[in-house]
């Protein structure tokens, strides 16, 4: 069974930093591309970032220079360091396959204006 | 970047019924290499999204037949032959073949 377990969220004050992992088990995670997707409060779904190949990495334009997405192939695991936070971070994250439709459980982030 | 546009927002269904909900792309969703890169997922409340239909037409393990997607080029539809109570949530149609990946605004599925 696939299962995608995001951790790392929490409360930060504007201007610090987090770091997102997302443990992937049950599938061929290396040869996945991965993406992060967030979920404002009350609010529909919005790509975050992704990661094609070991290397291949896209930001939206709402994060680009603040967000880095990276991998470990070697512990199955997904990382979204982030930092310089604003409030309008806050929200749900999730880790998903980019194409093959798996989706973790989120984690929250917030972060106080 | 590729907008999505689904309708309807909102689709009031009673039980036992069909439901149909489209999702226009603003450019072809037709990949380089052949695929078309188009999931239906399905948020019911205070849950994480789940896929149901993945390349237009495929149906995600464990979901149930009674949902269908199919579509063409920048023309998707999501059908349910009989919506059930456990139906009820939030459905985005999503295109990854270009980036940035992007979502309809969803459609809120209720029970009349």
């Known amino acids: 069974e696939v299962h995608l377990l995001e951790s790392g969220g929490g409360l930060v004050q504007p201007g610090e930093s987090l770091r997102l992992s997302c443990a992937a088990s049950g599938f061929s995670f290396r040869v996945q591309a991965m993406s992060w997707v967030r979920q404002a409060p009350g609010k529909g779904l919005e790509w975050v970032s992704a990661i094609v190949g070991s290397s291949a990495t896209y930001y939206a334009d709402s994060v680009k220079g603040r967000f880095t997405i990276s991998r470990d192939n070697s512990k199955n695991t997904l990382y979204l360091q982030m930092n310089s936070l604003r409030a309008e971070d806050t929200a749900v994250y999730y880790c998903?396959?980019?194409?093959?439709?798996?989706w973790g459980q989120g984690t929250l982030v917030t972060v106080p204006s | 970047d590729i907008v999505m546009t689904q309708t309807p927002l909102s689709s009031p269904v009673t039980l036992g019924q069909p439901a149909s909900i489209s999702c226009r792309s603003s450019q072809s969703l037709v990949h380089s290499d052949g695929n078309t890169y188009l999931s239906w997922l399905q948020q019911r409340p205070g849950q994480p999204p789940r896929t149901l239909i993945y390349?237009?037409?495929n149906r995600f393990s464990g979901v149930p037949d009674r949902f269908s997607g199919s579509g063409a080029g920048t023309d998707f539809t999501l059908k349910i032959s009989r919506v059930e109570a456990e139906d009820v949530g939030v459905y985005y149609c999503m295109q990854a073949t270009q980036f940035p990946q992007t979502f309809g605004q969803g459609t809120k599925v209720e029970i009349k």
């Open positions: 998903a396959s980019r194409t093959s439709g798996y």
């Open positions: 390349k237009i037409s």
